[in-house]
């Protein structure tokens, strides 16, 4: 009976003493999903009558922009280049710089639909750009949650204007986003340094 009550004892003690280490807890951070991204390579993108050209990914889609805010789209030369595969769209919206069409509203209205997400974003950078091409504009780098981290407007200052915006199917978030904000935006520096003017 003492044996056992010796064991008992030595059990009770083990049990207090292994209870009573203090451990510190660190939450773990948020993980997501890992995203496979395919390997970079571009294609040419020239129709007959549009008048630009440009190259793209290999994983991108043209598919051509019938509607703008329900409304019928301006011209036929609007398009979107969509990533289904990464859940993203570049949609791109061409203008001629005639009439009503001056490259001061242009530029004022491509300026108030990129500060537009300054609700949500922590920055917008917008660095300039200029290519052999005779293509100049803005990047718009937007950091935060906003709805679009990036866009750029393209033009020759006379004719041609064309104005770009990347968007996912999916709630904002910098976070979980940034790895395909990154590797799209590369393929949309690409796309405007290969832009040319076809007419």
């Known amino acids: 009976?003492?044996?056992?009550?010796?064991?008992?004892?030595?059990?009770?003690?083990?049990?207090?003493?292994?209870?009573?280490?203090?451990?510190?807890?660190?939450?773990?951070?948020?993980?997501?999903?890992n995203i496979d991204l395919p390997l970079k390579k571009y294609q040419?993108?020239?129709?007959?009558?549009?008048?630009?050209?440009?190259?793209?990914?290999?994983?991108?889609t043209i598919r051509?922009?019938?509607?703008?805010?329900?409304?019928?789209?301006?011209?036929?030369?609007?398009?979107?280049?969509?990533?289904p595969d990464?859940?993203?769209?570049?949609?791109l919206s061409y203008k001629e710089?005639?009439?009503?069409?001056?490259?001061?509203?242009?530029?004022?209205?491509?300026?108030?639909?990129?500060?537009?997400?300054t609700k949500r974003a922590d920055y917008i950078n917008e660095p300039e750009f200029?290519?052999?091409n005779s293509v100049h504009g803005l990047y718009y780098d937007v950091g935060g949650n906003a709805a679009s981290a990036f866009q750029f407007y393209a033009t020759d200052s006379v004719k041609h204007f064309i104005r770009g915006a990347l968007y996912f199917d999916t709630t904002p978030n910098a976070d979980s986003l940034k790895p395909v904000n990154e590797f799209l935006r590369a393929d949309i520096v690409h796309l405007v340094e290969s832009l040319k003017w076809t007419k």
């Open 1 to 33: 009976m003492m044996k056992n009550l010796i064991y008992c004892l030595f059990i009770f003690t083990t049990l207090v003493v292994l209870s009573c280490r203090e451990e510190t807890y660190i939450p773990k951070p948020r993980g997501y999903f």
């Open 44 to 60: 040419l993108f020239e129709q007959p009558g549009y008048p630009y050209s440009f190259e793209m990914p290999v994983y991108g």
């Open 97 to 117: 710089i005639k009439g009503q069409n001056t490259l001061v509203k242009l530029l004022e209205d491509s300026y108030q639909m990129s500060h537009y997400h």
């Open 86 to 91: 990464l859940g993203g769209t570049i949609y």
């Open 64 to 83: 051509k922009d019938t509607l703008f805010f329900n409304q019928k789209a301006e011209n036929p030369w609007w398009i979107n280049v969509q990533f």
């Open 130 to 132: 200029h290519t052999p």
